[in-house]
């Protein structure tokens, strides 16, 4: 972005005398024009290289790395508190302790209840796998007889049939031999009387089959109650209570609250005799890594992104940068109500590469995140560089090499490159490092420099 050029208006004697009274108030005016420049100071920045990354400036609080809130569930006294605030502790370190009276004599009374319902049970068992067994043989021994009954139902039945089938083939055979002695008509009676009595053997089959069904249904019924209440000894009141024993004996345990990280006390909820009133007892905050979070604005936070490089400075600690790198980021906006004010925006990590003792958990510090890492270029100030006929210049205030001492205003061309907030990048031209460029040379509020003027100087510091 050139700087535009202004217009001096410089005021004129009116020409009283036409020629050359005109030429000599122009004269004048040229040489007034000269003095005025080379009597006045302008201020010059050496051309050099210089960072010209783009940064998001911004400034937070000293967090830790991580903050963990040590909670119990417990409602009983606190017996013994072994921290103070702001102490150091250790991932394992014995924090507090609980104190375990009323869960210790409910626990010794549970489980003695348990012990000794658990000899009734025992016995209870005993005597039933006994009576399961019994039950089994018992079904084992009914199931014979039936079985028995069935097979001697089966041979009285086929005896008869065989038997009518015997005196049937044998009274046919004696129809076809034509055998005049044979007593047809009292073997016929028998067949007759044998057939009646055939379906009476055919029911007594089917009632023993219908009686050994029965013996071993009313069997299975008698080992399947049995089963029942072996079954149903997983499932009593020994398993409710063995949970209710479990749960007291995990509140005992942690009755002794122990640090889950090494880190620094910043909060203490807690007192000895004290019932805690809340949950959150205690908070712990990790200090092996120097964790620092900002409030980015919604117009900045898309253009950073986890890994980017920053840069820390603190006021406690001048004349030091840290380098450090974004490590998270929250992406809901949150609004903090600080001394200033509510500042809405976006919480964002930084973590310094090296750890630093000396920034505490609170302190203030400035983070400048590097969001288009460009480096050192050779580079002259923005305020430097005006535009004419399409191209870039800048003044250069080189040394007067005559009496009159001061310093000679020479332009020089430029071709662009980066920017940043203040420099812009020699990319080609005449500018060489060192060069003193002159601020502001057009279009400020001191008179236009003009190739070849004599000029005065102050020179800036970067």
Avoid: H
């Amino acid at each position: 972005m050139a700087v535009k050029k202004k217009t001096i208006i410089i005021p004129a004697v009116i020409a009283l005398l036409a020629g050359g009274g005109l030429y000599a108030c122009s004269a004048m005016s040229k040489a007034a024009q000269e003095s005025l420049i080379a009597n006045t100071k302008y201020s010059v920045i050496a051309a050099g290289q210089n960072d010209l990354s783009k940064v998001i400036s911004t400034t937070g609080k000293v967090i830790g790395n991580g903050t963990v809130d040590v909670t119990t569930k417990l409602n009983c006294s606190v017996s013994k508190v072994n921290v103070s605030l702001g102490d150091m502790v250790k991932e394992g370190d014995l924090l507090c302790e609980f104190d375990t009276t009323e869960l210790q004599e409910e626990y010794d009374s549970l489980k003695e209840q348990m012990e000794n319902s658990d000899k009734k049970e025992k016995s209870d068992s005993s005597k039933n796998e006994r009576d399961l067994e019994a039950a089994k043989s018992k079904k084992t021994a009914a199931l014979a007889r039936a079985q028995r009954e069935i097979d001697k139902a089966v041979t009285a039945r086929d005896d008869a049939y065989n038997k009518y089938n015997n005196l049937c083939n044998e009274y046919n055979s004696a129809l076809e031999r034509g055998d005049e002695n044979y007593d047809y008509s009292t073997v016929w009676a028998t067949l007759e009387q044998l057939k009646s009595g055939l379906s009476n053997y055919d029911d007594a089959v089917t009632l023993a089959n219908d009686s050994y069904k029965d013996t071993e249904s009313t069997c299975d019924d008698s080992i399947q109650r049995i089963q029942d209440l072996i079954d149903a000894e997983a499932f009593g009141t020994t398993d409710d209570n063995q949970k209710k024993l479990d749960k007291l004996a995990e509140q005992i345990e942690q009755c002794k609250v122990y640090a889950s990280q090494s880190g620094i006390i910043t909060a203490l909820n807690v007192n000895e005799g004290s019932v805690p009133s809340s949950p959150s007892i205690m908070t712990i905050v990790n200090t092996d890594k120097t964790v620092i979070e900002l409030t980015v604005k919604e117009t900045d936070i898309t253009k950073i992104e986890e890994g980017m490089t920053a840069k820390v400075t603190s006021k406690v600690l001048p004349g030091e940068e840290f380098s450090a790198t974004i490590t998270r980021i929250v992406n809901v906006v949150s609004n903090d109500v600080t001394a200033e004010g509510s500042s809405s925006g976006y919480k964002v990590e930084v973590t310094l590469d090296e750890t630093n003792d000396k920034l505490l958990i609170g302190m203030s510090a400035s983070v400048d995140v590097v969001i288009n890492e460009i480096g050192e270029k050779l580079s002259v100030p923005y305020s430097g560089v005006f535009e004419e006929d399409g191209a870039e210049y800048v003044y250069v205030a080189e040394p007067a090499d005559d009496d009159e001492g001061g310093y000679i205003a020479k332009k020089k061309k430029l071709v662009k490159g980066e920017e940043s907030d203040f420099y812009v990048e020699v990319k080609s031209g005449e500018v060489k490092s060192g060069d003193l460029v002159i601020e502001d040379p057009v279009g400020g509020d001191l008179p236009e420099v003009s190739d070849g003027a004599r000029v005065q100087v102050n020179e800036k510091k970067k």
